[in-house]
Nanobody, 125 residues
Framework: EVQLVESGGGLVQAGGSLRLSCDASGFASDDVAVAWFRQVPGKEREGLSCIRSRDGSANYVDSVKGRFTVSSDNVKTSVYLDMNRLEPEAGAVYFC??????????????????WGQGTQVTVSS
């Protein structure tokens, strides 16, 4: 059973930085994709970035390109999201989620079968 646990959320001032971590376990396949999403109350879950274990290839949505960086030493055990120049609108619950590699770079929540519990990020203005 795949388990994902996020950490690293907290309060940060606008313009600041934060690193989120996603600790993973239980992957049976060597080729998986892990993505970061965020969600604010009343809005749909928004995909941000994705990384594939086979080659470390990363994908970003336009709104975070150049400010967020996804990385990992081993996608099957830990994935990070470095967030820079945070804006107040970035405040949300951030989730990591796992999917099959063919869905890498796609951010349709139903295609992700495993989710962490989320970590809260608050950006003060």
């Amino acid at each position: 059973e795949v388990q994902l646990v996020e950490s690293g959320g907290g309060l940060v001032q606008a313009g600041g930085s934060l690193r989120l971590s996603c600790d993973a376990s239980g992957f049976a396949s060597d080729d998986v994709a892990v993505a970061w999403f965020r969600q604010v109350p009343g809005k749909e879950r928004e995909g941000l970035s994705c990384i594939r274990s086979r080659d470390g290839s990363a994908n970003y949505v336009d709104s975070v390109k150049g400010r967020f960086t996804v990385s990992s030493d081993n996608v099957k055990t830990s994935v990070y999201l470095d967030m820079n120049r945070l804006e107040p609108e970035a405040g949300a619950v951030y989730f990591c989620a796992a999917t099959m590699p063919e869905y890498s770079g796609r951010y349709t929540p139903p295609e992700y079968k495993c989710w962490g519990q989320g970590t809260q990020v608050t950006v003060s203005s």
